[in-house]
């Protein structure tokens, strides 16, 4: 059966996973409409499918009433934090599956509860992909025997421009010229401070110890051409020790090509249920 999928944000993310249904790299998918505060940047999408004639959304009160909503099964959210916060309670209270990119909007604790409610009550799904890093389902698997959990990461400064941290802290990171560690904190903290950099923190919260236990190193390193990512785990069960180098996306630094790629195999997955591997 094939599903209809709304996009929620047409940058990087938005326009891969758009690109891949359009495709046919997503089998039982098919692309619906497409939201964007920036009319223009939906527009452009659009104008980059080949198969696919979704209607086109800068009102997300036209879009939520629209004919187009009420017949979507799937809504990617692939915008920001804010964009989480502000329209995804309504997604799920029409009953519609929901895939979260922006996972450090899940970092507020009231609202994490509040969207499980809400799809449990209007009998909706929310996913969460893995993004720019590994070992979710063995962290997931050990949880209540951990005691600690760190990731460290490392980027480019043009990966990190940008962050309220920087400004915040008085700090320019593109006069760093040797490898610092600019920050140390929690999960909580950081995706405040870092709201396009590190959501692949609040990923490792929620699945491991929670947000406000698992710790945060941010290092720059001028010299480098990756985005690394390094998680320590300890606890009654023994240690897991991950390191992935992500390529960042060629078309946006801030945002590692493995989390494209995660995105598009989590929504591939939603739409095909007769595929599942591991949890």
């Not at 059966?1 to 997503?26: F, H, N, Q, R, Y």
């Not at 895939?99 to 409610?117: F, H, K, R, T, Y």
């Not at 941290?165 to 870092?194: Q, W």
């Not at 929620?206 to 698992?214: E, F, P, S, V």
Request: charge should be positive.
């Amino acid at each position: 059966m094939v599903k209809s999928v709304a996009l929620i944000g047409c940058g990087t993310i938005g326009k891969e996973i758009a690109l891949a249904v359009d495709s046919g790299k997503i089998k039982n998918a098919s692309i619906v409409a497409l939201f964007d505060k920036v009319r223009n940047a939906a527009d452009e999408l659009s104008s980059k499918l080949h198969n696919s004639s979704p209607q086109i959304y800068s009102d997300f009160s036209e879009f939520i009433s629209s004919p187009s909503f009420r017949n979507t099964d799937v809504v990617v959210e692939a915008a920001s934090q804010d964009a989480v916060n502000r329209f995804c309670k309504t997604i799920l209270e029409n009953g519609k599956s929901l895939i979260i990119m922006s996972v450090g909007a899940l970092a507020d604790q009231n609202l994490w509860p509040e969207l499980v409610d809400k799809a449990y009550l209007n009998m909706g799904r929310i996913y969460i992909p893995t993004g720019a890093i590994a070992g979710i389902d063995a962290i997931r698997t050990v949880k209540h025997l951990i005691k600690s959990v760190t990731l460290t990461t490392t980027k480019n400064p043009k990966a990190l421009s940008g962050a309220p941290f920087f400004n915040l802290a008085g700090i320019d990171p593109f006069k760093i010229n040797h490898k610092r560690l600019i920050y140390e904190g929690n999960v909580a903290d950081a995706v405040k401070k870092f709201p396009s950099n590190v959501n692949i923190a609040a990923v490792l919260g929620l699945a491991g110890i929670g947000i406000q236990t698992t710790k945060v190193r941010i290092i720059i390193d001028p010299y480098t051409d990756r985005n690394q990512h390094e998680i320590a785990v300890n606890g009654k069960f023994g240690e897991i020790s991950i390191s992935v180098n992500n390529i960042p996306s060629p078309t946006n630094p801030k945002t590692s090509y493995l989390a494209v790629l995660s995105a598009i195999e989590c929504l591939r997955s939603v739409c095909d249920d007769h595929i599942r591997i591991g949890t």
